[in-house]
């Protein structure tokens, strides 16, 4: 199968008609009409095979991952996704891999719009690079630099479940293989099928001082709207959401790395002035997506996870570090 | 080092300001403010280490020519770069190698005023995937599809020197050993530091009706332009544009294969209407671009290599497939 033939297969799967989408795949490159007055977020993350998700992963997990993370950026910015581009590189040309890569990404994309209108195809040890592109009102992006001493500091959904999928998946401690199918299946699920909160990002734009998502582990991307906003944070680890998958699947001590070490959850963490909470909370609640009060915004620098007692508590591990 | 490291180590080596990056480097996506009244354009290519380039290939070089073969695309299309991203997997966090790779991505990208936005840096198997935006004035970019029975086929430069240089890499004929230094070193700088033409591009906005980058082989690449206009495409082998360098090191068969099926020069075939072939000359004459009449665009289809006699030399091998 050559290349271009799994192009065709590519952008057959991936059809999702866009009036700013002027040409698509199939030349040099992409025609495509931004929105006047808006501005354009562009973000890009790769996925390496066994780096960023484990050999056993499924094409069609895959393919909704790749774009799930990149979406992600896209959510934590605020920002309507639009336009995606592809770099696919592969083994070999695999006909039902790439049909079910085409698919879950597929899947994804329908569901918020995003037209596939460009990418590469290359041979090589399976790695992908997505490229997303998005809108926003001008001047209107949520960034990492806007936290300020005293807003509170939230996370959206639950966080440690995709770190504790991965720990199932690698059978780390002799318990992991004790755990019930339906308890590894949902941790599993939030590994592979992460669901990038968009509509979440919409709503945090007008309320949100700063924001991101957790890929690289709660305490280290939070570190990153520490330093760009010059202040420190504080969190209270008891006030970690955490869903009863972990809860069942790992003590207290094991929970607690996953969610302030481990990556991959997706979701989004940001801060506001105290007197916007309630009104967070209403406006996330009512599409869907809980947010929860995890520290606060303090003078200093760094991010410090506290106890119930105000002790800090030292972690071995504080994020993922891709060169370590 | 960390991955943080390398990126602030990459930003601070590529520093191109420009008034329409509202935010780059150092968070979640880079926010852009695309021209008012322009298409945007949008390409990726990716490089793969053994695949796109020899293990020898030295880390400066790579960083231009990851950058080069992007940039081409924006210049088949007629348009004017702006804003690039970078998404690099490296087998370790090799300071020198990193400050080697973004001096050389920054060398191409200063030339052209290319703002780096945003990317991605992880661990694996040496590849780069580069993305590039350009702009150009509201459906006046150079397409595939245009191509017309009648017109007259063009290159741009000369061809078949970026695969001799790959020949003499690789040392495929033992008569290679005997080409003298600087012919081979003319050679392995065309498939290193391939040049981009954006100004080229730019003049044939206004006068070409297709127009492509040839980088998996001249044949292989005009059947995209004869597949997209519906037309076929008849090329003279003795008009294809040769260099010094090429007819120094190899033969007339080795250099009929290498300029036909050989990729990698990264110059542009187009067509045009046979009244506007003087104009064109005279235009990329003015900027330093020579270009070369070399064949017709007749009816039917598919892309038909003749001789002086009008005969059709069988080749071998047409082009690049990445899956072959």
Chains 1, 2 share one sequence.
């Not at 899947?107 to 592109?133: C, I, K, P, Q, Y």
Request: glycine share 10%; net charge negative; proline share 5%.
């Amino acid at each position: 199968m050559a290349e271009f033939d799994l192009i065709d297969l590519i952008r057959a799967r991936c059809a999702v008609e866009r009036n700013d989408v002027r040409l698509g795949i199939g030349d040099d490159a992409a025609i495509l009409a931004p929105p006047p007055g808006h501005d354009l977020v562009v973000s890009t993350d790769t996925l390496v095979e066994g780096v960023h998700f484990p050999a056993s992963t499924s094409a069609r997990d895959l393919g909704w991952k790749a774009l799930a993370v990149n979406l992600s950026d896209l959510a934590a910015m605020g920002a309507t996704p639009a336009w995606a581009l592809l770099a696919l590189t592969l083994p070999n040309a695999d006909r039902a891999f790439v049909v079910d890569f085409a698919d879950g990404f597929a899947e994804l994309a329908a569901h918020h719009r995003v037209a596939l209108v460009g990418g590469d195809t290359t041979s090589g040890r399976l790695s992908v690079t997505v490229v997303v592109h998005g809108f926003v009102p001008p001047d209107r992006a949520l960034r990492r630099d806007g936290a300020r001493v005293g807003d509170q500091v939230f996370v959206t959904g639950t966080i440690g479940d995709a770190a504790g999928g991965l720990a199932c998946l690698e059978r780390r401690q002799p318990h992991l293989l004790e755990i019930p199918v339906e308890v590894r299946d949902a941790l599993v699920m939030r590994l592979e099928r992460p669901t990038p909160r968009l509509a979440a990002g919409a709503v945090l734009r007008d309320s949100a001082t700063a924001c991101l998502d957790v890929s690289d582990g709660l305490l280290a991307d939070l570190g990153h709207i520490a330093a760009r906003s010059g202040v420190g944070i504080e969190l209270v680890a008891d006030c970690l959401p955490t869903s009863s998958a972990l809860l069942a699947a790992f003590d207290e001590n094991e929970r607690l790395v996953l969610q302030a070490a481990g990556g991959d959850d997706y979701e989004l963490a940001f801060t506001a002035p105290l007197d916007r909470a309630t009104a967070i909370e209403r406006d996330l609640a009512r599409i869907g997506c809980g947010a929860t009060r995890i520290g606060t915004v303090v003078p200093g620098n760094g991010v410090r996870l506290l106890d119930a007692g105000g002790g800090e508590i030292a972690l071995a591990r504080r994020g993922w570090n891709h060169f370590a």
